[in-house]
């Protein structure tokens, strides 16, 4: 590639080239021919002023004629003829005329014999050189019994050219030289500043922001010389400052407990802070290589697979006895992702206790709580007034505690890892029919309508026709409870791949700051209310794990006042 200087230079030869060549053609083609008109004014000048002479010698001293033809070409360094109207030479300052051949036929002296000066440059054969001739009559009178032709040599026309050349081309030479010198000086000075700004972003682009682009003479290029070195100044501040955000950024993820992981789609790792490092046994491995040979650890290994073939994005990894909760999350506008891991080994624990606690808890109080129950209902059939009161409120809050039992029983079976699903094909229809007969007593006592709709295909699906049943009941039970009039309506039908069982009510509805949490465990909404219709606040949370068991979804839409509606969805296996 050409540099500007080459380019600027080459440019500048081309022009100086063509002006030393152009000029000196153009000017000498014009001095040539001004040169030959001024030598034919001046031929013609002194043929006119010879005429009187040569005229008043043709009549007084005809035999002097050579002799003074010779005289005055030797002073005027002319030649000069003298020729008769026959053609014979009278007199020439060059040759002997009585040699010379009839010049009658020359054409300036053809043109001169008709009155007028005629010109003529050709090969004079009698002196055997080029020549340029001006012949004019000489008028005795009327008539013109002669010509006189002044003539000069070309060669002595060609020898001033000559002259003019020799100067010309010194002058040219001495052009050309001070022209190349200005031309590469000129170059030089528009090329230095430009190679200079070249090789200080160069050098910043390899990381050296100390240096600056040296002031320059031409005014645009010290602005753009000035511009960047401001942009250098700033580029370094900016540096500066991102790279003291980039150390406390590294000191804050390298003190966090919370192990943190950065890693690009293609499975290379980014960053990884010391606390991933830990758990995940990755050691001193440098950043910038691929997950499988920076993680020693199996199941951290299989873990950050599975995020990137996009099967998770949280979940538990159990390492050496300890649990950890993993979740990873894109990192916008770029193609990499984060993973922490957070150690949940002792929360793990709490829970694995709690739930052993509760599930032996409500299995040894089952046992008791329905014996008092057998014993109560034995005596209260023996019982009248103010005392059958009283047992009756005893017995109806045993049926509360027995309920309160089996449910944490229930969920704390859910809840178990180990827990598997008894699955088989469960006919929906089957189920839900099952489900409203048992609630059909209760219904009428409260005056409710409990309305099935379908639709014209209820798929058979796979699932655990128990829990199933539950989460009918549960959800039937609710609507049922919290519906003072009206009906409980349940219907079946499909969305996408998953058959819906929809259960709507016209009841007391729930306020909207109570959806999001109702499907935890012990929510109720309203406390009193809900123990006064022997509510436990399990009934929803059972149904979630169960839903959520077989790969479903539950949600909730309602209106206070006018009613609510449960939507459960679970997997359609007979959907293509
Ligand atoms: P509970 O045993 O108290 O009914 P659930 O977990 O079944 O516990 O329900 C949680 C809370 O959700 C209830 O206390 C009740 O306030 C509200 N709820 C559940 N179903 C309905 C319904 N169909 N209509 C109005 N409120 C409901």
Same mark, same amino acid.
């Not at 003829?81 to 009278?90: F, N, P």
């Not at 040759?95 to 054409?107: A, K, L, V």
């Not at 600056?212 to 753009?224: D, G, I, N, Q, T």
């Not at 295909?457 to 003072?484: C, G, H, K, M, S």
């Given at each position: 590639m050409k540099t500007i200087f080459r380019r600027s230079f080459s440019g500048f030869i081309v022009v100086i080239l063509i002006l030393v060549v152009?000029?000196?053609?153009?000017?000498?083609?014009?001095?040539?021919?001004?040169?030959? @008109? /001024?030598?034919?004014?001046?031929?013609?000048?002194?043929?006119?002023?010879? +005429?009187?002479?040569?005229?008043?010698?043709?009549? @007084?001293?005809?035999?002097?004629?050579?002799?003074?033809? %010779?005289?005055? #070409?030797?002073? /005027?360094?002319?030649?000069?003829?003298?020729?008769?109207?026959?053609?014979?030479? *009278?007199? %020439?300052? =060059? =040759?002997?005329?009585?040699?010379?051949?009839?010049?009658?036929?020359?054409?300036?002296?053809?043109?001169a014999f008709n009155g007028e000066a005629g010109t003529s440059s050709r090969h004079s054969a009698t002196l055997d050189r080029d020549m340029l001739y001006v012949a004019v009559p000489v008028e005795i009178g009327d008539s013109i019994p002669a010509v006189i032709r002044t003539s000069l040599f070309f060669s002595d026309l060609k020898s001033i050219?000559? #002259?003019?050349?020799?100067?010309?081309?010194? $002058?040219?030479?001495?052009?050309?030289?001070?022209?190349?010198?200005?031309?590469?000086?000129?170059?030089? !000075?528009?090329?230095?500043?430009?190679?200079?700004?070249? @090789?200080?972003?160069?050098?910043?682009?390899?990381? %050296?922001? !100390?240096?600056?682009?040296?002031?320059? !003479?031409?005014?645009?290029?010290?602005?753009?010389?000035? @511009?960047?070195? #401001?942009?250098?100044?700033?580029?370094?501040?900016?540096?500066?400052? *991102?790279s003291g955000k980039n150390i406390s950024l590294d000191a804050i993820l390298g003190s966090i407990v919370e192990g943190l992981v950065v890693i690009s789609s293609g499975g290379i790792v980014i960053h990884a802070n010391r606390s991933f490092r830990r758990m995940a046994s990755a050691g001193d491995h440098e950043e910038g290589f691929g997950y499988l040979d920076f993680v020693s650890n199996s199941e951290f290994r299989d873990f950050i697979g599975s995020v990137l073939n996009s099967e998770i994005v949280s979940g538990e990894v159990k390492s050496d006895g300890?649990?950890?909760?993993?979740?990873?999350?894109?990192?916008?506008?770029?193609?990499?992702?984060?993973?922490?891991?957070?150690?949940?080994? =002792?929360?793990a624990a709490i829970a694995r206790m709690k739930r052993k606690f509760a599930a032996n808890a409500s299995h040894?109080?089952?046992?008791?709580?329905?014996?008092?129950?057998? &014993?109560?209902?034995?005596?209260?059939?023996?019982? !009248?007034? +103010?005392?059958?009161?009283?047992?009756?409120?005893?017995?109806?809050?045993t049926d509360r505690l027995i309920r309160i039992v089996d449910d944490i029983r229930i969920l704390s079976e859910l809840e178990h890892p180990a827990t598997s699903l008894d699955m088989s094909d469960v006919n929906l229809e089957d189920a839900v029919n099952d489900a409203i007969e048992f609630f059909s007593g209760k219904a009428e006592e409260k005056g409710l309508d409990l309305i099935f709709?379908?639709?014209?295909?209820?798929? $058979? $699906?796979?699932?655990?026709?128990?829990?199933?049943?539950?989460?009918?009941?549960?959800?039937?039970?609710?609507?049922?409870? &919290?519906?003072?009039?009206?009906?409980?309506?349940?219907r079946i039908g499909a969305r996408g791949h998953f058959v819906t069982i929809v259960v709507s009510d016209t009841g007391i509805g729930i306020e909207e700051e109570h959806l999001l949490r109702l499907f935890e465990r012990? &929510?109720?909404?309203?406390?009193?209310?809900?123990?006064?219709?022997?509510?436990?606040?399990?009934?929803?949370?059972?149904?979630?794990?169960?839903?959520t068991l077989h790969g479903g979804w539950v949600r909730v839409s309602s209106t206070p006042g006018s009613g609510s509606m449960f939507t459960v969805g679970l997997p359609d296996t007979e959907s293509p």
């Open positions: 152009l000029v000196p053609i153009l000017v000498f083609n014009t001095i040539e021919s001004k040169l030959n @008109d /001024l030598a034919l004014i001046n031929l013609t000048r002194t043929a006119e002023s010879l +005429e009187f002479t040569f005229a008043s010698m043709l009549e @007084d001293d005809p035999a002097e004629l050579d002799s003074i033809a %010779d005289e005055l #070409g030797r002073r /005027l360094n002319l030649r000069i003829t003298l020729i008769s109207r026959d053609g014979i030479v *009278l007199a %020439d300052s =060059e =040759e002997q005329p009585d040699i010379m051949e009839n010049h009658r036929t020359r054409p300036e002296v053809i043109c050219l000559q #002259g003019i050349i020799t100067d010309m081309a010194i $002058i040219m030479l001495v052009v050309l030289i001070a022209g190349l010198i200005i031309a590469w000086l000129f170059s030089r !000075s528009f090329a230095d500043p430009i190679r200079n700004i070249a @090789d200080v972003t160069r050098k910043v682009g390899k990381g %050296d922001y !100390s240096i600056r682009v040296a002031p320059c !003479s031409v005014s645009e290029l010290s602005e753009l010389s000035s @511009d960047i070195n #401001g942009m250098i100044s700033r580029t370094n501040e900016l540096i500066e400052e *991102l300890n649990t950890f909760s993993a979740r990873a999350a894109d990192i916008p506008e770029t193609d990499q992702f984060v993973i922490t891991f957070r150690d949940i080994t =002792e929360i040894e109080l089952r046992t008791p709580l329905t014996s008092i129950k057998g &014993y109560a209902e034995t005596i209260l059939e023996n019982l !009248s007034g +103010e005392d059958r009161r009283y047992l009756k409120t005893i017995l109806r809050n709709e379908k639709e014209t295909r209820i798929p $058979i $699906i796979r699932a655990d026709r128990f829990r199933i049943e539950q989460v009918l009941i549960n959800l039937i039970d609710n609507a049922v409870r &919290y519906t003072p009039a009206g009906a409980v309506t349940v012990f &929510y109720v909404v309203d406390k009193a209310r809900s123990r006064n219709r022997g509510g436990t606040g399990l009934g929803l949370a059972i149904v979630k794990h169960i839903v």
